[in-house]
């Protein structure tokens, strides 16, 4: 019980995977495993705007893993993220990070895989930030920080090329006034 309080109250302090692209699953690293992959990408929203993400994540335990996110090559900004993933059963995590880009935001993610084939995974759930973004009040003259929340429906496909090399397909449907879209694929390797 106490476990799951933790837990919980973790993914609500964190709230609610990395601003707008998850290049996951619902499983977490085994103990000790690293994954690193390369995944170009593009953001639409009105205008199209291509980005290079890097990724690198390392299982810190049994049903628990860190990650680092990294995206060069947009006109807007780079992006630099992190995030802990925590496994809820076989098929299930949850996740909770912060990130950059342009502006801080707070990162959460509730992700399911549902296995295909032994090497063939299709995942979806929720995908959520709360980025603290810069305002002007013309009437104060004063600037500020307020908040806006983002919100997404991930669809990913997980297809293994090797045994330490699959290619991640995702896409990202935004489901907010305030969001873009995003659509994406690399490899991701497993060492």
């Known amino acids: 019980?106490?476990?799951?309080?933790?837990?919980?109250?973790?993914?609500?302090?964190?709230?609610?995977?990395?601003?707008?692209?998850?290049?996951?699953?619902?499983?977490?690293?085994?103990?000790?495993?690293?994954?690193?992959?390369?995944?170009?990408?593009?953001?639409?929203?009105?205008?199209?705007?291509?980005m290079l993400f890097l990724h690198g994540g390392y299982g810190l335990k049994k049903g628990i893993d860190f990650s680092l996110k990294a995206g060069f090559l947009s006109d807007y900004d780079e992006y630099i993220g992190g995030d802990v993933e925590f496994a809820l059963g076989r098929y299930f995590s949850v996740m909770g990070g912060a990130h950059h880009f342009g502006d801080f935001g707070l990162d959460g993610a509730l992700l399911g895989t549902y296995p295909i084939r032994s090497?063939?995974?299709?995942?979806?759930?929720?995908?959520?930030?709360?980025?603290?973004?810069?305002?002007?009040?013309e009437q104060s003259e004063k600037d500020g920080k307020e908040?806006?929340?983002?919100?997404?429906?991930?669809?990913?496909?997980?297809?293994?090329?090797?045994?330490?090399?699959?290619?991640?397909?995702?896409?990202?449907i935004n489901i907010t006034d305030d969001g873009y879209h995003f659509i994406g694929g690399g490899l991701n390797f497993y060492i």
């Open 119 to 137: 090497d063939v995974r299709i995942s979806s759930g929720f995908d959520m930030d709360i980025n603290f973004v810069d305002k002007y009040d």
């Open 147 to 172: 908040a806006m929340f983002i919100g997404w429906i991930p669809i990913s496909l997980e297809i293994g090329l090797r045994k330490n090399m699959s290619f991640i397909f995702e896409a990202e």
């Open 1 to 50: 019980m106490r476990k799951l309080l933790l837990l919980s109250a973790t993914f609500f302090l964190l709230t609610v995977a990395s601003y707008g692209q998850v290049f996951n699953t619902g499983q977490t690293l085994k103990p000790k495993k690293f994954s690193l992959g390369v995944e170009p990408s593009v953001l639409i929203n009105g205008d199209s705007e291509f």
